[in-house]
């Protein structure tokens, strides 16, 4: 049954795309980059009849797709500079509905992931970090202290170390905390916004760190719109670095079904198994 439903939503994506006019190729949304604007209302190119439809099929099909798929499993959300309020809040509600504990959500600045500010977050990140951290360059370093500020192997309550490093970080403005955890998590997913001039700088640095968050708990998945994969986009520069057999990405969270396929991708990635999927820019093809 399950198979026929990832057919199901393979089919919705597809017939989404055709009447808003896309071409579709090997991904569940081809180059085109159908997207969404923050309201969750059709751009002007794509019917609103259309954007109504993909939701709709969504909200009737996730219950049978992802309920339970993560339970017992909890996740931390951290979010890029330009990542869109609806699809942040759509993952995480989606999250819930798998059964995972989303333990909060932080907001990775500007200052963090912009690479004239490496000496400052690396210094943060070894002064409250000590002999909790470790790593061989600067983002390693500083992956190290995020994933042992918010991740763990099992879910358990902060303690003072992780503590320690999320009040430097978040002194330093390298991060936001707007939901602040209050136990650690065994996963991370980190949503990221539409392609932008910063992003190739923000997606080396996002590269150079994920897979030191990752090593801190049972896996990571980076995530974001169509064009968050293009080639300057963060999903785009996390796949084409050293880190891409390490963490899952997905690039398709501009559409109701692709936050749901996203969920997916992040149950694959907690049993052990990395990919990308999403659009025919993702290796694995449209569907985890």
Known sequence: MINLRYHLVSLAAVLFALAAGIAVGAGLLDDAGATLNNDDQARPDISPAIAGFDAAYAESTSP??????????????????????AEITGMMENLQSAGATVT????LTGKLLSPSERQFAEGVATQAGGDEISGDGA??????ALGRAFLAPETGETDQAARTIRSAFAQGELIDIVQEPEQNATLAVVITGPSSSEDADYGVVVSQFAGAVDASGAGLLVAGPVSSSE??????????SEVASEVSTFDVTDTATGRIAAVLALVRESAGTSGAWGTSRSAD???P
Not at 104 to 107: C, H, L
Not at 139 to 144: H, M
Not at 231 to 240: E, L, T
């Open 64 to 85: 049978g797709l992802i309920r339970n798929t993560l339970a017992d499993q909890s996740v931390v959300v951290f979010t890029t500079p330009g990542a869109r309020d």
């Open 139 to 144: 983002y390693e370093l500083i992956g190290s």
């Open 104 to 107: 909060g959500r932080v907001a």
């Open 285 to 287: 093809g449209p569907l």
């Open 231 to 240: 080639d300057r986009g963060i999903v785009g520069r996390v796949r084409s």
